[in-house]
């Protein structure tokens, strides 16, 4: 994984000493890596962590067309936490752009957090925490990711192959320092797409 290393630093000092606390809250701008870094967190818990019964991700359904996480959802987190660990170790919950909780779900999750399930780790990740109820924002831990560097980025860029060099100048000019971007202009092919945006 490409920058964030103090933050990186942090987690791996915690998961070394098994003291997780029990919410964070990711915050920063959007497409810099917030969420990569959440499931790579997760990988350094669960190694491979998308079937792990212990592992729970939650976010808008936007295949569905949803924009919203809504009270269903909060109340099978809920359930889920409800439960004692599988392994018998640490559960993980990662919620996506938890600004989108409506207000029946923000107040569901709320009460989680109020009364905080053994062994259980929640991370929050937003671009707008404003968005949050201020009684959510004072139960978690903060951690602020910022838009990474120029050299940074074009470590990034220098890694893909298949991108030409004008190309990979182009994106690092670009980025602003936000990973996330790039990495979605290459992997759609939509570079071109974006010089000729920025051109007109």
Known sequence: MIG?????????????????????????????????????????????????????????????????????????????????????????????????????????????????PANSTLVLISSVPGLLPATILSRCEEVKFRPLGPNEIADFVAQNKKTNKEDKEFLTKISGGRIGLVKTLMESGDISKARLSIDD
Request: aromatic letters at 14%.
């Open 4 to 116: 964030h290393d103090k933050q990186w630093k942090y987690f791996k000092n915690l998961i070394k000493k098994d003291s997780l606390g029990h919410a964070y809250l990711f915050t920063g701008p959007e497409m810099i890596g917030k969420k990569t870094f959440a499931l790579e967190l997760s990988k350094s818990i669960f190694g491979e962590f998308e079937k792990n019964l212990d592992f729970k991700f939650i976010e808008p359904k936007t295949s569905e067309k949803e924009t919203k996480i809504y009270i269903e959802d909060i109340r099978e987190l809920k359930k889920f936490l409800s439960f004692k660990s599988y392994n018998g170790g640490q559960r993980l919950v990662i919620i996506n752009n938890a600004h989108s909780l409506t207000n029946e779900a923000a107040n569901a999750f709320l009460k989680i957090l109020e009364e905080p």
